[in-house]
């Protein structure tokens, strides 16, 4: 069983695991169920040095390759994968990305912080890939876009509708592609149809992560179901209780094919609904995701009346390593408040250099930097990188403002 020998690799080579797991626990492992008696793995257990703890032996970051998630937690972590696991990720996501309709002929742009590495194939016409680049400002993302000439696109909802409204804006018009497939953030109708009625074209979802990679994908009939043959998913309720692949509440992943950097009971910080599956399309039988709860990013304004995805923003701030929490917040178009919690051997004069970066990255805004002792959650458990309120320090309804974007 995948699970089984996952954890006694975990116990035996990883030293996280080996300090915090029962023997008796891991002896006594005989399916999904029986993970609600062992530790959950949190976010902080991978940031900075922590994360060594979590690499199996023999492994290390010269052999490894890394991935960094985008930070939406207020601070990036990395992931270290080995070439085994990275060989099963790409081909379980290439088995996504054909079941949602692409073409060996498409060209692929992806919206994320970092490209990926060219494929082989790519020489010869086939699967070729187009990094549009979300920690860039909005117009070099679409600069980079209408260099690309897509025909499929992946990447956050709000990223994509933030690109689309500026080339409506500019009165462009591109009708190549076919396909449009979401994933990172929960999507309205509203948005879907904007960015869809403008390209002509069908959509997919996903629900993936940096670290877990693709949880769940939507069928032919746009049930989004779990991939229950590669990861093990729970259900952390309110009263405490767990439950497997049902119910709601904040979502734990044990990833079952990763051997440099086991995760086990991880909890990716989202809230989820899941149900049965009752779904007619007999291409997957596996639970649905009914709701990810409260994945969606606010954007900013600018003083000329165009909104945009804040990413670019939060990297200008992250680079900086004395930033251990940061959070944007806008109370008004123009004006942006960064909030950081410093770490306690900062350098006297960061602020200032945090501002300048941020102007440098965003000049048309006005920006203070606020540095505060900690970043309160939303009522979620997610701290949300991105926030905008009204005058009195209310979220803006989705009627007035970005979430109706969302």
Do not use: W
Request: proline share 7%.
């Amino acid at each position: 069983m995948l699970l089984r020998t996952l954890v006694r690799h975990a116990y035996d080579n990883v030293p996280h695991y080996r300090r915090l797991l029962d023997p008796a626990l891991v002896r006594r492992l005989q399916s999904a169920r029986d993970l609600a008696e062992f530790p959950v793995l949190d976010r902080t257990d991978l940031h900075g040095t922590a994360g060594d703890e979590l690499l199996a032996t023999g492994f290390t970051p010269d052999n490894t390759r890394a991935a960094t998630t985008s930070g939406s937690s207020g601070i990036p972590i990395t992931i270290r994968n080995s070439e085994r696991d990275l060989g099963y990720l790409r081909a379980t996501y290439l088995q996504d990305m054909l079941s949602n309709g692409l073409r060996p002929t498409d060209r692929i742009a992806y919206f994320r912080v970092n490209p990926f590495l060219r494929h082989p194939l790519e020489r010869f016409g086939v699967l070729r890939n187009f990094h549009i680049p979300t920690d860039r400002s909005l117009d070099e993302q679409v600069a980079a876009f209408l260099a690309a000439r897509p025909t499929f696109l992946i990447g956050f909802p709000n990223v994509i509708r933030s690109v689309v409204d500026e080339l409506r804006r500019r009165g462009v018009q591109h009708r190549g592609v076919r396909t449009v497939l979401f994933g990172g953030e929960r999507l309205s109708p509203t948005a879907r149809a904007r960015i869809l009625d403008y390209f002509g074209a069908a959509h997919r979802e996903v629900y993936a992560s940096v670290e877990v990679f693709t949880i769940a994908r939507t069928c032919p009939r746009g049930a989004l179901h779990l991939r229950s043959s590669d990861l093990v998913v729970e259900v952390e309720h309110e009263d405490g209780t767990v439950s497997v692949e049902d119910g709601e509440g904040d979502i734990l992943i044990t990833r079952l094919h990763s051997e440099a950097m086991p995760l086990i009971r991880y909890r990716l910080g989202d809230r989820v609904r899941i149900g049965p599956n009752d779904c007619p399309c007999g291409v997957a039988r596996t639970p649905i995701v009914r709701e990810v709860i409260g994945r969606s990013q606010d954007r900013i304004a600018g003083t000329d009346g165009r909104r945009y995805y804040g990413d670019f923003l939060t990297y200008a701030v992250q680079t900086f390593p004395e930033v251990s929490r940061m959070q944007l917040v806008q109370h008004r178009p123009g004006s942006v408040e960064v909030r950081v919690v410093l770490a306690h051997d900062a350098r006297p004069g960061v602020t200032a250099d945090i501002r300048d970066a941020v102007l440098r990255a965003a000049p048309d805004q006005e920006v203070t930097v606020l540095p505060v002792q900690e970043i309160a959650p939303e009522p979620n458990g997610k701290i949300k990188i991105v926030k905008v309120l009204d005058p009195s320090g209310n979220p803006v309804p989705p009627e007035k403002g970005a979430a109706a974007d969302v």
